[in-house]
């Protein structure tokens, strides 16, 4: 069985598409399990006048039946409300912007950190809007639409996925530990999706304050996955990795800059003693400092990944470039944009540790339809339970 997930559009054009192939016929599904994510990802103290335009939600296109998916793939599209404005600008039709010179709303100043320079000049194009529309965030809309398909097949086996704000604007949170669950009731209670209360009073004055500077601000999310089982990927090729899967999905996301699991990076400066988590009776661990991974397979123990993004690189004070059009010295074009959208990035890496985890779970165990995985994969955990010494959890 094939596992494919797919995204197209633009973010200032007609709207998005998510389409996702290989989940099993039978999994009840509704677009109000879609949107309530589309809604989550739109939210966080920080963001633009966009959002105030949209209203994320989905449209069925295919692949569902009567409440329930078929086995076919699933396509969803959600409209751009913003695109009434941007009609004339985003048109398909040539004879809408006949001269590319005289393009409206043309970007030629393109903004240090963006997609702008480098997609200009791979894709041979005189007006940086061409690469900037697809390279937006606004493109996670979709992948949250997948990806709040995929928490749904997950929770059919007890896997729940959350997140919560770790740092912003570096202010770093000290939540309580171990971190209540599920996170996301806490976590999205708060205007920043962060689980520390004094943390998030300051990191609201940081936003402000970035705001009133023109300046923008990047920070950390962590996101957990719980009750996913023992042996997820595998260790026996280098793109079965599971902790590499998720260092790739996590990193595609727009502005992300790094991703650390477990310990991270934080293990290289320990000795050994104080990194790896010991074997305890009935295979259950001391600690989890590898964070849910080893040998690039699952442990069963929490995945915990933390996801770090930059600063969003529109400036309103913006920095120094170059203008594609004249060549000479130039500022930065700005337009508007969110001062911060790291509350939302930890939504968009909740799909997409979603995706990834669906993906191994399907290819683990396979099955046409949810029924046939339910009981592939009972048949699995019966046989790690027998293997477990008695009187432990497995
Ligand atoms: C974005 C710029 C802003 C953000 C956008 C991502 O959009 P606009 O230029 O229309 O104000 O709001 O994010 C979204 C639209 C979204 O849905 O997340 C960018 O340049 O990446």
New binding site residues.
């Given amino acids: 069985m094939t596992f494919r997930f797919t995204t197209a559009g633009e973010?200032?054009g007609r709207g998005l598409v998510g389409i996702l192939e290989g989940i099993p016929a039978g999994l009840p599904v509704s677009a109000a399990d879609v949107d309530v994510e589309l809604k989550r990802?739109?939210g966080g103290y920080g963001?633009?006048?966009?959002?105030k335009i949209?209203s994320?939600r989905i449209e069925w296109l295919a692949g569902v039946r009567a409440g329930e998916t078929l086995g076919s793939p699933i396509a969803m599209l959600v409209w751009n409300r913003?695109w009434e404005h941007w009609q004339d600008v985003m048109a398909p039709e040539a004879d809408a912007t006949p001269d590319p010179q005289g393009r409206r709303r043309q970007v030629t100043r393109p903004r240090p950190g963006?997609a702008d320079l480098a997609g200009s000049l791979k894709y041979d194009r005189l007006d940086a809007r061409d690469i900037?529309e697809r390279?937006?965030?606004?493109e996670?809309?979709a992948r949250v639409a997948c990806g709040a398909i995929c928490k749904k097949l997950l929770r059919e086996f007890n896997i729940e996925i959350g997140s919560h704000v770790a740092e912003l604007g570096g202010v770093v949170a000290h939540p309580a530990s171990p971190i209540p669950h599920p996170v996301n009731e806490i976590a999205d209670q708060s205007p920043v999706r962060c689980l520390d209360k004094e943390a998030e009073t300051e990191i609201i004055m940081r936003i402000d304050a970035a705001k009133a500077a023109g300046d923008t601000l990047g920070g950390i999310v962590e996101v957990i996955a719980l009750g996913v089982p023992v042996g997820l990927g595998s260790h026996v090729s280098w793109d079965r990795k599971l902790d590499g899967r998720l260092a790739q999905a996590l990193m595609s996301i727009?502005a992300v800059k790094g991703v650390e699991l477990g310990l991270g990076f934080e293990a290289a400066r320990r000795k050994g003693s104080e990194v790896h988590d010991e074997i305890m009776p009935g295979f259950a661990r001391a600690t989890n400092r590898a964070g849910g991974t080893e040998g690039g397979m699952t442990t069963g123990e929490p995945l915990v990944v933390r996801v770090a993004m930059k600063p969003?690189s529109?400036l309103m004070s913006p920095l120094k470039t170059v203008d594609l059009k004249t060549g000479g010295p130039a500022q930065a074009q700005s337009?508007?944009?969110?001062v911060t959208?790291v509350p939302?990035m930890g939504v968009i890496a909740e799909a997409m540790l979603a995706i990834v985890l669906t993906e191994a779970l399907l290819e683990k165990f396979g099955g046409d339809a949810l029924s046939e995985l339910k009981r592939n994969v009972d048949g699995y955990l019966a046989q790690v339970r027998a293997r477990t010494p008695k009187g432990a959890a497995s």
């Fill in positions: 973010s200032h990802r739109m963001r633009g006048a966009r959002m949209e994320d913003d963006h900037l390279a937006s965030a606004r996670t809309v727009p969003i529109t337009e508007r944009s969110d959208a939302a």
